[in-house]
Structure formats: structure tokens, C-alpha cells
């Protein structure tokens, strides 16, 4: 007639089923779909997103609640908890480097629409970097500088308008241009930064 809980023995059936619930709830993302303007829904390489239970503390949690003798209806605790938005909240800078054209979107709606030139193709050393990134900041009259070679810059290039994503890459004016899109990149590209008429640019720097 005599009784104990073992303790050991609860926590472990806890654990146990905190995991069987994790098997059939947890996702883990690191590409998000992105609807293209004319790609179709492409696959984009992103930070970690999605949802993942935190298995020891919801454990815990769930062994204090038998110990107590308590009830609860409650969403899990959780290790990694985040989404992410496939359209950005509708406002974006779309760079479709295959067909060399930039796409702006505000609230949904085109705003701009122009060809472009991105980083050379055929030179491994100046492509255009891949992903997503933000715009951190933007500057009127700039003038951009290469990789110092013997104390001097490799080139320079006065933009008017200078809006960078990732390190020294960023999209500007390129006046020097005649014309751009096509398939200028593949041997005559930028350094890796997306140069865009002067208007394009322009308007792009407004919004």
C-alpha cells in the first residue's frame, strides 16, 4: 500500500513528450520563396527564421506544472520564434541580376522600373553579392574609391547618388555609362556595385 513519485522518472516522461511535440511542430528556415517579377517564385537565402520549441525549459515547465497539481492551455516556449514576411512588407529594391533590371516596389505597387548593370560576369572578382540585405544609409556626391594599389586607388568614380547594401557595394549612378541592361555584365560590368541611369537613380533615392 505504500507509494512515491519518482521524479526522475516524471521529468523524463516530460522531456519524452516535449520532444514528440517538437518532432511535429518544429521548422527551421534559412531560404524564404520570393515572388519575382519575372522569374516566378524563386527561393532566396536568408538568416535563420521559423519556429522551434525550447525543449529543456518547456520540460521544466511542464514537470513544475504536475508537481503543482496544475492546468494550463498555453502557447510553448520557444528557442527560435520569428517570421518572415515573403514581399517585405510590400516595400522593396528587387535586383534581378539575370536579366539586369532593378524593380522598385512601395506599399505594393511598382514605383520603378529600369535596366541596370551589375558586377562582370566573367570575373570572379567583381560579381555582385547575393542575398538580402537593407539599404544603411545614402549619400549625395559621392566619390567611390577601388582597392589601394602602390598607395593609390585602383580607380575612382564620382556618383551622385550612393546608396550602399553590403560593405563597399551599393547602387549609384553610372553617367559614364551610354547604356545599360542586355548583356553589358558579361564582360563589361561594374565592380560589383548595380549602377542605374541618372534618373533611375535619382528617383530610387527619393523614395
Known amino acids: 500500500g505504500y507509494y512515491y513519485l519518482d521524479d526522475t522518472t516524471i521529468h523524463d516522461n516530460c522531456a519524452k513528450f516535449v520532444a514528440e511535440i517538437a518532432a511535429q511542430v518544429d ?13 516566378g517564385t524563386i527561393n532566396l537565402s536568408c538568416a535563420e527564421y521559423g519556429h522551434v520549441i525550447d525543449q529543456p525549459g518547456e520540460t521544466e515547465a511542464l514537470f513544475k506544472e504536475l508537481k503543482d497539481c496544475t492546468s494550463e492551455e498555453k ?5 527560435l520564434n520569428k517570421n518572415v514576411d515573403s514581399r517585405f512588407g510590400g516595400t522593396y529594391v528587387e535586383a534581378d541580376l539575370s536579366n539586369q533590371h532593378v524593380y522598385y516596389y512601395e506599399n505594393g505597387q511598382l514605383i520603378l522600373d529600369t535596366p541596370c548593370v551589375s558586377g562582370t560576369k566573367y570575373d570572379s572578382s567583381r560579381h555582385t553579392v547575393l542575398g538580402l540585405y537593407s539599404i544603411y544609409y545614402k549619400q549625395r556626391n559621392r566619390t567611390l574609391q577601388g582597392p589601394m594599389v602602390n598607395g593609390v586607388p585602383s580607380y575612382t568614380s ?8 553590403y560593405k563597399g557595394y551599393g547602387l549609384h549612378d553610372a553617367s559614364w555609362r551610354g547604356s545599360f541592361g542586355g548583356t553589358i555584365y558579361y564582360s563589361s560590368g561594374s565592380h560589383g556595385c548595380i549602377t542605374l541611369p541618372y534618373n533611375a537613380a535619382a528617383t530610387l533615392y527619393e523614395h
Open 27 to 39: 521548422e527551421r528556415h534559412n531560404s524564404i520563396p520570393f515572388p519575382s517579377t519575372n522569374s
Open 75 to 79: 502557447e510553448p516556449l520557444y528557442s
Open 158 to 165: 564620382f556618383v551622385n547618388f550612393w546608396m550602399p547594401f
